[in-house]
C-alpha cells in the first residue's frame, strides 16, 4: 500500500490535515509568510493527499485476512474445550451480536472518517488519547507470546517437509512411536493400542518436554527454541526491508486457509466417532453457564478474533475512501470470522470424537486442554489424510502464513509508536526494529522453555483478557457518551449516504458498556487463578505478576489523561472542556466532505468540527510570544 509515510501516518495519526487560523498564524510568523485561512475556507489544492485501498474487494478481503488467524483455529477451539463444548457457543455468539459487531463497526468508522490510526484518531477527545498507547502495549505484549506459537508451527512444518522429502512417516503418526520396532508386524492389535495417542504423545514429549510446575524452568527446549529465534530473524529482516502493504496478497491470504479448512472438514466428518466430539460440541452444559470464567472466555475471545482494541482495525480502515460501507463491511467480517470459528470447532472435535473412540476414554478428557490443543488435534487430523506427509506440509504453511501476517502487523504497529514518538529515529528505523525485535525475543525467552506452555498460557491470560475489558469499556464510553453516540451516527450517514438504525447507538449507549462491566465485574467477584493444567493453580507470585502484566497497558489512559491537562491553561472545567471536545485535527481528509458532516451536524443541531479549541489558539489569544506557540506547534507535529 503505497508510501511508508502513508504507513507511519495511518498508524500513528500524526497527518496534519489543515491547520486554523492562530496555528497558521504562528508558523507564518516565524517563517516570514502571510497567514492562511481557516480551515472551511482552505483550498482543494493544500489536501493531504493519501494512498487508498485500490478496490472495495481489497478493503474486504484484508479485513478478513487480519481477522481471520490463529484466533479463530488455534484460540478458539481450545478455548471452547476448557469450558463445555456447546455452553461456550451460546455467550460466543451472544457477545458477537450484542458487543461484536458494534465495536467493530464503530472502530472500523471511526479510522475511516477520520483517515488516521489509533493514536491520532483521538483527536476526538484528548483526554482519552492514553487508550492509543494501551492498545499499542496490547499489541506489544500479543506479539511477544505469538512468535512461540510461530515457532511451534516452524517445528512442524520443518518435520512434515522432512517427511516429504525422505518419504518416511510424520514423527507424530503412530508408526514413529517409540518401542513400537519391538512388537512383530503381524501382531495388528498390540501395534494399535501400543500408543493410543500418538500426536498428543509427540506434543507432550518431544516438542514441549513440559515440566510439571510454572517455577521448574527445565532448560530451554533446544529445537523450539531455534525455531523461535528463525521466525524472529525472518519477522525482523521482512520489516527492515520494509513492507509495502498490498490489499492483492490478501486475495490469496484470505481465501487459501477455507480450502485447506474444508479439506480437513470433510475428513473430519467421515472419522468414525465423530457424532460423539461433535455432540459435546454442540450441546450445552447449561451448569457451565453458571460460571464467569466461561462468559469472561467467550467475550475476551470475540474481541481477540476480530482484533477489538488492538488499535489495527482503525489503521485498516484509514486507508479506506471515505465513501465505503462500514457497516455492510462489518455485517461481512464478523459473520465470516464467526462462521469460520465454528467450523475450525467442528474440524477440532469431530477428530477429539474419533480419538474418544479409539482409545476408549470420554471426549471431554481424551486431551489435555490447553494451548496446545489445536496442535494435538490438527496434527492427528492431517494423519488420517491420503498423502498426510503434503497435506501436513500445506496445512502448517497455511498456519504460517496466518501468524506471520498477524505478527507483521502487531510488530510493525509498535516499532512505528516509537519512531513517531521520537521523530530523530525515522532515518535509524532499522536499528529501531533490530532493538524492539531483540527486546521481544529476550522477553519470550521464557516460552521457549521447557515450562514454555505455563509461561505462554499465562500470557494469553493476562495480557490479552482483563485488560481488553477495561480498553473496550473506556473506548466505548468515550465515543458514545463524551464525544456522543449521535454525533457518530451522523458522521456514519455522511459515509454511507443514510444513517444506521438506532439498533448500534442502543449498543454502544447500553449493552456494550452494560454487559463488559458485568463480566468484569463477576470476574473480579468470583476470580478463579489461572489454572494449568486443569485444576492446578498458579503460585501467588504469579497471579500477582500477572495481574501487573494486565495494568501496565490500563495504567497509560489515566497517566496520559493528567498529562493532558497539565497541558492545557485555564481552569478546570475549562480545561476539561477543551480536552473532551474534538481538536481541529479530528475531521475527514476531504475539505468537501468536512462540509458535508458539518451540514449534517447544523441540520441537527451539534457542533461543527474544525473548531480550534487547543492550548496553542488560547495562548495566542492571551499575547504568547509567537515564537513559543510555533514551537509548541513544531513539538506536537
Given amino acids: ?35 492562511t485561512s481557516s480551515c472551511d475556507d482552505i483550498s482543494e489544492t493544500q489536501e493531504v493527499e493519501r494512498d487508498q485501498w485500490g478496490s472495495k474487494t481489497e478493503f474486504l478481503f484484508s479485513c478478513i485476512s487480519y481477522s481471520i488467524g490463529l484466533g479463530n483455529l488455534w484460540r478458539f477451539p481450545y478455548k471452547c474445550y476448557d469450558n463445555g463444548g456447546g455452553a461456550f457457543l451460546l455467550p460466543y455468539i451472544f457477545f458477537l451480536i450484542i458487543a ?65 522429502v525422505l518419504n518416511d512417516y510424520l514423527p507424530w503418526e503412530l508408526e514413529k512411536c517409540p518401542g513400537l520396532e519391538h512388537i512383530p508386524e503381524n501382531d495388528t492389535h498390540a501395534r494399535e493400542h501400543f500408543c493410543d495417542d500418538p500426536s498428543q504423545r509427540y506434543w507432550l514429549e518431544d516438542v514441549l518436554q513440559q515440566t510439571d510446575d510454572i517455577s521448574n524452568f527445565g532448560g530451554f527446549q533446544i529445537e523450539i527454541l531455534i525455531c523461535f529465534i528463525i521466525a524472529w530473524v525472518m519477522v525482523c529482516l521482512i520489516l527492515i526491508k520494509g513492507v509495502k502493504s498490498s490489499g492483492k496478497i490478501t486475495y490469496f491470504t484470505a481465501i487459501f486457509p477455507y480450502v485447506v479448512i474444508a479439506c480437513l472438514l470433510w475428513r473430519g466428518l467421515t472419522l468414525d466417532g465423530a457424532k460423539e466430539g461433535l455432540m459435546y460440541y454442540l450441546t450445552p452444559r447449561w451448569s457451565k453457564l453458571m460460571e464467569p470464567a466461561v462468559w469472561n472466555s467467550a467475550a475476551s ?54 480419538l474418544a473412540k479409539s482409545t476408549g476414554v470420554p471426549v471431554d478428557q481424551v486431551v489435555k486442554s490447553g494451548p496446545g490443543l489445536a496442535f494435538v488435534v490438527y496434527p492427528d487430523a492431517v494423519t488420517k489424510m491420503p498423502l498426510s506427509a503434503a497435506w501436513a506440509a500445506l496445512f502448517f504453511f497455511m498456519l504460517l502464513n496466518l501468524g506471520f501476517g498477524s505478527q507483521l502487523a502487531m510488530v510493525e504497529t509498535v516499532i512505528t509508536a516509537v519512531v513517531d514518538r521520537l521523530p530523530k529515529l525515522l532515518r535509524f528505523k532499522w536499528i529501531v526494529c533490530i532493538v524492539v525485535c531483540t527486546v521481544m525475543l529476550l522477553l519470550g525467552l521464557p516460552m521457549t522453555s521447557r515450562s514454555g506452555i505455563y509461561w505462554l498460557n499465562f500470557m494469553d491470560t493476562y495480557s490479552c483478557s482483563y485488560s481488553l475489558f477495561v480498553i473496550c469499556l473506556i473506548e466505548t464510553i468515550a465515543l458514545a457518551y463524551v464525544y456522543g453516540g449521535r454525533r457518530i451516527l451522523i458522521q456514519i450517514e455522511a459515509m454511507i449516504g443514510y444513517q444506521p438504525s438506532v439498533w448500534w447507538l442502543f449498543c454502544w449507549t447500553v449493552t456494550v458498556p452494560l454487559s463488559i462491566f458485568s463480566i468484569f465485574l463477576l470476574n473480579m467477584w468470583f476470580y478463579v487463578p489461572m489454572e494449568y493444567p486443569v485444576g492446578q493453580p498458579i503460585p501467588m507470585w504469579t497471579q500477582a505478576l500477572g495481574w501487573m502484566l494486565a495494568l501496565v497497558s490500563v495504567i497509560c489512559i489515566p497517566i496520559c489523561a493528567i498529562y493532558e491537562y497539565c497541558q492545557v491553561p485555564g481552569t478546570f472545567f475549562e480545561r476539561i472542556d477543551v480536552l473532551v471536545k474534538p481538536s481541529e485535527l479530528y475531521r475527514p481528509q476531504s475539505n468537501s466532505d468536512l462540509k458535508a458532516v458539518n451540514a449534517l451536524f447544523e441540520r441537527d443541531n451539534h457542533y461543527k468540527l474544525c473548531v480550534d479549541r487547543s492550548i496553542y489558539q488560547s495562548a495566542a489569544c492571551e499575547g504568547v510570544e509567537v515564537a513559543t506557540v510555533a514551537a509548541n506547534l513544531d513539538s506536537s507535529a
Fill in 301 to 354: 475471545q470475540i474481541f481477540y478474533s476480530l482484533g477489538l482494541a488492538f488499535g489495527s482495525l482503525t489503521t485498516l480502515s484509514s486507508y479506506s475512501p471515505f465513501k465505503h460501507n462500514t457497516l455492510k463491511m462489518t455485517y461481512i467480517v464478523t459473520t465470516v470470522n464467526c462462521a469460520t470459528s465454528i467450523i475450525a470447532g467442528i474440524v477440532i472435535f469431530a477428530v477429539i470424537g474419533s
Fill in 1 to 35: 500500500m503505497g508510501q511508508e509515510k502513508d504507513l507511519l501516518a495511518a498508524v500513528t495519526g500524526v497527518t496534519t490535515i489543515c491547520l486554523p487560523d492562530d496555528k497558521l498564524k504562528a508558523k507564518k510568523a516565524i517563517e516570514g509568510g502571510s497567514p
Fill in 100 to 164: 461484536g459487531m458494534p465495536l467493530y463497526f464503530l472502530e472500523l468508522s471511526l479510522g475511516q472518517f477520520s483517515s488516521q490510526g489509533p493514536f491520532g484518531v483521538w483527536n476526538v477527545s484528548r483526554l482519552f488519547v492514553g487508550l492509543g498507547y494501551a492498545m499499542i502495549c496490547i499489541s506489544f505484549f500479543c506479539a511477544v507470546y505469538y512468535n512461540v506459537i510461530v515457532a511451534w508451527i516452524l517445528h512442524y512444518l520443518f518435520n512434515s517437509l522432512k517427511a516429504l
